[in-house]
């Protein structure tokens, strides 16, 4: 099978290699649409160097058909179109016992510690793997994992009916967040973002209010659209160092941030805020059990990924599409890679 490959940071090729063997609790997938992710990003930067053994086949986002069903696998059907959960936990560790396997210890995810999805066939064990149901496409399918993402972090954000919600970052990931909050109940969500397209899509897809932080401060902007009080949950996904200070400053006292964008930089803020706000800080991290219920919530129209696709490329054109990325050559939300 074709395979696109990370030989080394930032040389990729496609390579003909072996389709993976399947074992008895497992099911092999043929790869239909795969999103390319801001992690997949990072492999190919050369990050997270102890994970990821030369050649790596990155990628967790994806939708595909199955193609062979391992014996235990009595619940899927060679020909069942699905996506699958791309974390593999252990089970056993003190976070898996307490119901928390999206934070194992010996946590491993397609695309990084194991073989991942820009290959034209991949394997997952049969337990991780949902059908796609009716009113659902392969090619949305594909975004349910940054859906599943954006779901578990609002969630963890504890939205409730009329709560006014920030998310700060308007990439794959907070244009998902926006959405979703706007779903769970949010009766204004105020996206901020530094690119202006990006925050005219965020209007599109259902913010109410807009904010460029390069054009005037936030916290004063979040104060003033909130009558002096401050947001109820703000839900950081840019990474961006001075984000968590900001999002703290625009925090409505006993509210709450949820913190999902990864930062590599040492982070300098004034942490009076919490004391005097009793603010909660919160770490969201993947998915626990969120696959299903984005699959509905996809299924039924209410998450729309549509405006979200920019760009659908072959397998080779994966390299340049990588490219694009890192280099930000075009304005490219999410790349779907169809092997
Ligand atoms: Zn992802
Ligand atoms: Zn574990």
């Given at each position: 099978?074709?395979?696109?490959?990370?030989?080394?940071?930032?040389?990729?090729?496609?390579?003909?290699?072996?389709?993976?063997?399947?074992?008895?609790?497992?099911?092999?997938?043929?790869?239909?649409?795969?999103?390319?992710?801001?992690?997949?990003?990072?492999?190919?930067?050369?990050?997270?160097?102890?994970?990821?053994?030369?050649?790596?086949?990155?990628?967790?986002?994806?939708?595909?058909?199955?193609?062979?069903?391992?014996?235990?696998?009595?619940?899927?059907?060679?020909?069942?179109?699905?996506?699958?959960?791309?974390?593999?936990?252990?089970?056993?560790?003190?976070?898996?016992?307490?119901?928390?396997?999206?934070?194992?210890?010996?946590?491993?995810?397609?695309?990084?510690?194991?073989?991942?999805?820009?290959?034209?066939?991949?394997?997952?064990?049969?337990?991780?793997?949902?059908?796609?149901?009716?009113?659902?496409?392969?090619?949305?399918?594909?975004?349910?994992?940054?859906?599943?993402?954006?779901?578990?972090?609002?969630?963890?954000?504890?939205?409730?009916?009329?709560?006014?919600?920030?998310?700060?970052?308007?990439?794959?990931?907070?244009?998902?967040?926006?959405?979703?909050?706007?779903?769970?109940?949010?009766?204004?969500?105020?996206?901020?973002?530094?690119?202006?397209?990006?925050?005219?899509?965020?209007?599109?897809?259902?913010?109410?209010?807009?904010?460029?932080?390069?054009?005037?401060?936030?916290?004063?902007?979040?104060?003033?659209?909130?009558?002096?009080?401050?947001?109820?949950?703000?839900?950081?996904?840019?990474?961006?160092?001075?984000?968590?200070?900001?999002?703290?400053?625009?925090?409505?006292?006993?509210?709450?941030?949820?913190?999902?964008?990864?930062?590599?930089?040492?982070?300098?803020?004034?942490?009076?805020?919490?004391?005097?706000k009793e603010a909660e800080i919160v770490g969201s991290r993947v998915y626990i059990d969120e696959f299903p219920?984005?699959?509905?919530?996809?299924s039924k129209g209410y998450l729309n990924p549509e405006p979200l696709i920019t760009h659908e490329m072959s397998?080779?054109?994966?390299?340049?599409?990588?490219?694009?990325?890192?280099?930000?050559?075009?304005?490219?939300?999410?790349?779907?890679?169809?092997?």
């Amino acid at each position: 099978m074709k395979a696109l490959r990370l030989h080394e940071p930032k040389l990729l090729k496609v390579d003909e290699i072996d389709e993976p063997k399947i074992n008895d609790d497992e099911v092999l997938i043929k790869v239909r649409y795969a999103g390319i992710c801001g992690t997949d990003l990072h492999v190919y930067r050369g990050a997270m160097r102890d994970r990821v053994k030369y050649p790596a086949i990155p990628g967790h986002e994806f939708s595909g058909i199955i193609a062979k069903v391992g014996s235990k696998i009595t619940w899927l059907s060679e020909g069942d179109e699905v996506v699958a959960n791309p974390v593999v936990s252990c089970g056993r560790c003190v976070a898996c016992v307490g119901g928390r396997p999206n934070v194992c210890v010996n946590f491993k995810i397609l695309g990084v510690d194991i073989p991942g999805v820009f290959a034209e066939y991949v394997k997952v064990r049969g337990d991780k793997v949902y059908r796609i149901p009716k009113g659902l496409s392969l090619r949305n399918a594909a975004l349910v994992e940054p859906f599943s993402v954006a779901v578990h972090s609002c969630r963890k954000a504890g939205i409730e009916p009329g709560d006014v919600v920030v998310v700060i970052g308007q990439g794959p990931i907070g244009l998902c967040v926006t959405q979703v909050a706007k779903h769970y109940g949010a009766y204004k969500v105020i996206a901020l973002e530094v690119i202006e397209n990006r925050l005219e899509l965020a209007r599109r897809l259902g913010a109410d209010e807009v904010i460029n932080p390069l054009r005037v401060d936030p916290v004063k902007a979040v104060k003033e659209l909130t009558d002096g009080v401050g947001a109820d949950r703000v839900i950081e996904t840019s990474g961006h160092p001075v984000a968590l200070g900001q999002a703290l400053g625009m925090l409505r006292p006993a509210g709450r941030v949820v913190v999902v964008g990864l930062c590599f930089e040492e982070v300098k803020f004034y942490s009076y805020p919490i004391v005097y706000k009793e603010a909660e800080i919160v770490g969201s991290r993947v998915y626990i059990d969120e696959f299903p219920r984005t699959l509905n919530l996809m299924s039924k129209g209410y998450l729309n990924p549509e405006p979200l696709i920019t760009h659908e490329m072959s397998l080779e054109e994966g390299i340049k599409a990588f490219k694009i990325l890192d280099e930000k050559l075009e304005d490219a939300i999410k790349i779907l890679l169809k092997p």
